[in-house]
């Protein structure tokens, strides 16, 4: 099978297991919207991202290091294994000494416990998830996928919609899946055979970790981009209505549709990391490279824009308006975010080449970027502009991260990107997405049409070109 069909292959295997999941999910949003009000809602948004924050604190991102050495041959898949959960709780042990210092974020008070239960339970399922990937067990793991959403979704309904716990309720149906989930692997996946304390490997344990602690601050800093838009609009002063808590929970719905676009992306970056570590060391990696990485481009655009364009009748299907109307502004936000989301989804890639070449420490100062442009721009545009102002600042980390990537990566995989192309799809973009949340542009909706049309056939070659070579032998 070629390098092109085997990508294909596993993209397809991938979005099987998580398409129909994720849309799932996307639905949660309409629960959400319909029994959570946009104050308590902009606190489960926090506590997800202070989730997200401390898990790869916890596991030392170790979850990174299991994809790199356990897709390579001279490393014992039981010693990988054994050695990443033998790290994990370590970490595990140091966070639960110093949980107490959490109940100082206000946000936190009341939910310490539940978020060190969350944080322990996520981490376990990513590594036995990971592994799994690892030994090529594609559709298993693609299995997972689905039924962790499957119990993720039942578990909502049961604590949020029937039992009206709100908040509490969003934590206990985490907890309660990815516990699932990680038992699921455990005994189907036969993760007992790869688990042996004899297998710990000092030589092994210090490796994994050289390769994935850059990685840490380089994760905290891509959470803190997301989490400094959040704690900036609900705490700082700005325009009335577009700051506090109601306008934080109403940022976190506006960031569900450009979503799909991470969905997309997260379908192809989990097939697409495999094939640029098998790959790192063929003749023809760069070729491979910018071919994959103009059709990807390519589709998110596509994808982007068809968002933008039917960014109110997707909005009318995922929120809930009846009960909490306030929600009903969050798609006027949603655009620049679709666009900021991709720009995350393509410094997503370069990441990729760090990885496959080991040169995971750039990963750290390219993203330390992102942050500090984020968390500048934050303090003043949040001030003048509310939630619009948070949007702009997270599309401007991104882009200031993307500037220095497609050039810093490149270094190590050399491969021609088309800058003309990429810089008037994103001027195409903003255009739509202007117009579309403006109801007094005159033709609004021919232009949308056009606009989607235009975008569509200026990056059809590249997708058309790269399906060729999927399907020669």
């Known amino acids: 099978m070629n390098k092109y069909k085997q990508l294909a292959s596993n993209t397809i295997i991938f979005a099987i297991g998580s398409f129909g999941s994720k849309?799932?999910?996307?639905?949660l949003t309409k629960l959400y919207t319909a029994n959570i009000n946009p104050a308590d809602n902009s606190t489960k948004e926090l506590l997800e991202v202070t989730a997200n924050f401390l898990i790869p604190l916890v596991t030392f991102s170790i979850t990174e290091s299991i994809i790199r050495f356990g897709l390579d041959r001279k490393y014992s898949k039981s010693k990988v294994y054994t050695n990443s959960l033998a790290i994990t709780a370590i970490g595990a042990l140091m966070m639960l000494s110093i949980s107490p210092m959490l109940s100082v974020m206000p946000f936190v008070d009341g939910y310490t416990w539940l978020l060190m239960v969350y944080v322990c339970t996520s981490s376990l399922r990513s590594i036995n998830s990971q592994f799994v990937r690892a030994r090529g067990l594609v559709k298993l793991f693609a299995l997972d996928g689905i039924l962790a959403t499957l119990s993720l979704f039942i578990f909502n309904v049961i604590f949020i919609a029937v039992l009206q716990l709100g908040v509490t309720g969003f934590m206990l149906s985490v907890i309660c899946s990815d516990f699932l989930s990680a038992v699921f692997l455990w005994f189907t996946a036969g993760l007992r055979k790869y688990f042996d304390p004899k297998a710990?490997?000092?030589?092994?344990?210090?490796?994994?970790?050289?390769?994935?602690?850059p990685l840490i601050p380089?994760?905290?800093?891509?959470?803190?981009?997301?989490?400094?838009?959040?704690?900036?609009?609900?705490?700082?002063?700005?325009?009335?209505?577009?700051?506090?808590?109601?306008?934080?929970?109403?940022?976190?719905?506006?960031?569900?549709?450009?979503?799909?676009?991470?969905?997309f992306s997260t379908i192809f970056f989990q097939a697409w990391n495999m094939s640029a570590i098998l790959e790192n060391d063929s003749e023809d990696r760069s070729r491979f490279y910018e071919r994959v990485f103009d059709a990807y481009t390519s589709f998110l655009f596509i994808a982007g824009t068809a968002m933008i364009v039917f960014v109110k009748p997707l909005s009318a299907i995922l929120i809930d308006t009846s009960q909490f109307p306030e929600y009903g502004t969050a798609y006027l936000y949603t655009p620049v975010l679709i666009v900021a989301v991709i720009t995350m989804c393509l410094n997503q890639f370069f990441s990729s080449v760090y990885a496959a070449t080991k040169h995971t420490s750039h990963s750290l100062w390219t993203s330390l970027v992102a942050a500090v442009t984020n968390i500048i721009l934050n303090a003043l545009l949040v001030w003048l502009f509310g939630i619009n102002g948070a949007?702009?600042?997270?599309?401007?980390?991104?882009?200031?991260?993307?500037?220095?990537?497609?050039r810093d990566a490149r270094r190590y995989v050399p491969f021609p990107i088309d800058q003309k192309k990429f810089f008037v799809n994103l001027v195409a973009m903003f255009t739509l997405g202007y117009i579309v949340t403006h109801d007094n542009v005159p033709g609004?909706?021919?232009?949308?049409?056009?606009?989607?049309?235009?975008?569509?056939?200026?990056?059809?070659?590249?997708?058309v070109n790269t399906l060729k070579q999927v399907k020669s032998r």
Do not use: H
């Not at 710990?200 to 602690?213: C, P, Q, T």
């Not at 997301?226 to 306008?247: H, K, N, Q, T, W």
């Open 23 to 27: 849309i799932l999910l996307l639905f």
């Open 444 to 463: 609004q909706m021919i232009i949308m049409f056009v606009g989607l049309i235009f975008m569509v056939i200026f990056n059809r070659n590249a997708i």
């Open 218 to 263: 380089s994760t905290l800093l891509w959470t803190v981009t997301g989490f400094s838009d959040r704690i900036f609009i609900r705490y700082m002063p700005g325009p009335e209505g577009l700051v506090g808590d109601a306008a934080a929970g109403i940022y976190g719905i506006a960031n569900k549709i450009p979503n799909l676009v991470s969905m």
């Open 200 to 213: 710990i490997d000092g030589r092994l344990s210090k490796a994994m970790l050289a390769f994935s602690l």
């Open 391 to 406: 949007a702009i600042a997270t599309f401007a980390g991104y882009f200031a991260s993307y500037i220095i990537r497609q």
